[in-house]
């Protein structure tokens, strides 16, 4: 995925520097309790949909266009899931990032997995007791989305 022109236009001015940003991840999860995945282009692993906000973007819609670009299903935010600030990451460029990330429950409403774009290289729902090798903080936000509750899980 080609980076944003506003995440350009700062990297101009903090160069390879630590940059915070705010993400949104989406835990989507169908009537039988399955989850959507996409297994990314950039590391071959899968991965819960997410990226970055836009500017003037609203988190909520930001994670409905991310699902929608990366799977192709289109999907109905539920409630926030979790907020979690990410460990720093540092690109093979050199550039460093934090993610504060917001991780939305979101069921599906239309449309159909689908991998014609550059980011994914497939989409697929996994059941609840078949989720491939992922990330522990992805694995905690599947968690904290399928849990009942009415705050979202944060750090205190």
């Not at 590391?43 to 819960?48: E, F, I, K, Q």
């Not at 836009?54 to 929608?68: C, G, L, M, T």
């Not at 192709?72 to 979790?82: D, F, H, N, P, Q």
């Not at 694995?139 to 899980?153: M, N, Q, T, V």
Request: glycine residues 10%; aromatic residues 8%; charged residues 30%.
């Amino acid at each position: 995925m080609p980076v944003p022109e506003f995440l350009l236009a700062l990297r101009r001015h903090v160069g390879h520097g630590l940059l915070p940003l705010v993400g949104v991840t989406a835990v989507v999860i169908g009537e039988e309790g399955e989850v959507l995945l996409h297994r990314r282009a950039d590391d071959g692993r899968w991965s819960t949909p997410g990226g970055i906000l836009e500017p003037e973007e609203e988190p909520a819609r930001a994670v409905v266009r991310e699902v929608r670009e990366e799977t192709g299903v289109e999907v109905e935010v539920e409630r926030l899931a979790s907020v979690a600030a990410q460990e720093p990451f540092t690109y093979p460029n050199g550039d460093r990032v934090q993610f504060l990330d917001l991780a939305f429950r979101c069921r599906p409403v239309g449309g159909a997995p689908d991998t014609s774009g550059d980011e994914t290289l497939e989409v697929r729902w996994f059941g609840p007791g078949a989720l491939p090798d992922m990330p522990r903080r992805i694995l905690d936000r599947i968690g904290y989305a399928r849990e009942d509750r009415p705050d979202p899980f944060y750090v205190t």
